[in-house]
DNA sequence: ACCCTACTCGTACTAAGTACGATCGTCAAG
DNA sequence: CTTGACGATCGTACTTAGTACGAGTAGGGT
């Protein structure tokens, strides 16, 4: 057993599990996941890939790690608000996550083995809503929307190729350019009059949706209660 | 020699790219998308791996072509109903399809080079909403939150290691029995008495979301028109 | 008959995951 | 100080996967 895992930011010393997981979570955030190899990792940590054999079971286990990492940066709903600021804070926070680890929401839905850090943030989702007094059925059903839509939205908001509202240019008018106008007319329409506009920003659409969801969920609330 | 040349019973004549695509359809609904290799496709086809390339630029190049097919699959919002029949439609058929090709979501989203079935089924729900009177300021909006809330719905559904309400029992069980009652109460007590229940589908909380959010975009439409 | 083209495949190179066993640093017991 | 045990590290090599290269083969047109 490894002594003296404290310090949180220390690159020095005998490799742990900590660092593994730590480096692997800088490194897709770097090359994203698809590249994401263990020699590369082992390169990352200065070590040899065997090395990190000794302190995780294999990459599946790595992969497993990073995600729960990813959840435990996650804001749980907090206990100090009404049930829909809290969600609207959570899933903001889930939001802003998920933007710094483009290549985590495809896998946070995916793994079977429920770590720590995300068991106890799905607890506390549920607790939010059930205190609210919501019902065992709305609980679920809000459980499952409101997560469809966040991780949808990061998914999106992943893949795109350009973030904040520039660069964005350059690639939509190549995807669009060479496109039969007659063809796709409402597709060129919103590039070229909405998209590429100044000011345009894709994640400003987060928030309109997640009011809706909430306002849903309220009004289904109130209409049947516990 | 071009006639029947391997024992197994499968479509004969010369490969082509649609049997190719098609094939590599079947074999990622069969086994998913991970293991899903040059060489079982091949295999799948009755053919060696390098047959293969003669017909598709490599890997990339196939899974942009199922991904194509799979847009091909879902129906466009029909013109002949009002928006938000028409989308609602169009939801209900994505998730379906969907539901038949899990490996499906992940990917759908993280293609750059647009194929014409992608950019067809774009443009004809743009057209849906603009039709509709939708500003384009909206309809950017609608179109970011309807498909993330269809895609990231898709995307835990896919996950799910159980189908239309049965045999969840052995999977939320194994999960749930060994977690620590008082560390995690909430998820325990909608396992036990909700989802555990006779009758309990997570697919089911699709519509209500879907009528959330269609409700909502309504309500926006009207308030701030054209 | 001859060649052109399309199609198929054998061989082999590269990259990646990782099992096996050797090496090495450290430290307690003698 | 020596010794032996143990955990951390790594060298080597096996396996699977993507795919480049070029050889064989079958029809079809001249």
Redesign the interface.
Known sequence: MTAAPTASGRTDGPLTKERVLRGGLALADRIGIEPFTIRRLAAELGVKPMTIYHHVAGKEAIIDGMVDLVFAEIDLPPTDLDWRSAMQHRCRSARAVLRHHPWAP?LM??R?T?SPHT?RH??AV??CF?EAGFS??L???A???V???????A??EA?L?FHGGEAIGD?AEA?VAP?PAD?????I??TR???LQPG?D?G??FE??L???L???AA?ASAAPA
């Open positions: 495809p839905e995916s079977t429920p068991l799905h607890e549920l607790a059930r065992l059925a609980t679920a059903h459980y499952a929307i997560d469809s839509y966040v991780y949808g939205f998914l999106q893949h190729p690639l995807i496109l063809e796709y007319p409402r597709l329409e919103l009059d909405h998209v345009y894709f400003d659409s309109l949706g009011d809706l969801l306002d849903g969920l289904a």
